[in-house]
Nanobody, 117 residues
């Protein structure tokens, strides 16, 4: 059974940090690209960061210089380290696994991040 389970969300003050985790099971994790998306209330889901199977990374402008995506294939886990958080980072963050050629993709259930004083 394929599963992606996100964790690490929560309430943090502006300027604070959080590390999100996405633990995968049920598929060959190391061969998949992993993406983090987020969706704020009333807004469309947007890409935050991506890491390829070869560990190449991409960041949307919203997270450049503040977010770092990494993966540990031995633990079937991808991390999103978020620093200097802003209220506009408030959203549900989702993990997405995509196979080569986009043949398969899976989604996690999301984890809430709230940045507020």
């Amino acid at each position: 059974q394929v599963q992606l389970v996100e964790s690490g969300g929560g309430l943090v003050q502006p300027g604070g940090s959080l590390r999100l985790s996405c633990v995968a099971s049920g598929f060959t994790f190391s061969t998949y690209a992993i993406l983090w998306y987020r969706q704020a209330p009333g807004k469309e889901r947007e890409l935050v960061a991506r890491i390829s199977s070869g560990a190449s990374t991409y960041y949307a402008d919203s997270g450049k210089g503040r977010f770092t995506i990494s993966r540990d294939n031995a633990k079937n886990t991808v991390y999103l380290q978020m620093t200097s958080l802003k209220p506009e980072d408030t959203a549900v963050y989702y993990c997405n696994a995509v196979s080569a050629g986009l043949r398969f993709q899976y989604w996690g259930q999301g984890t809430q991040v709230t940045v507020s004083s």
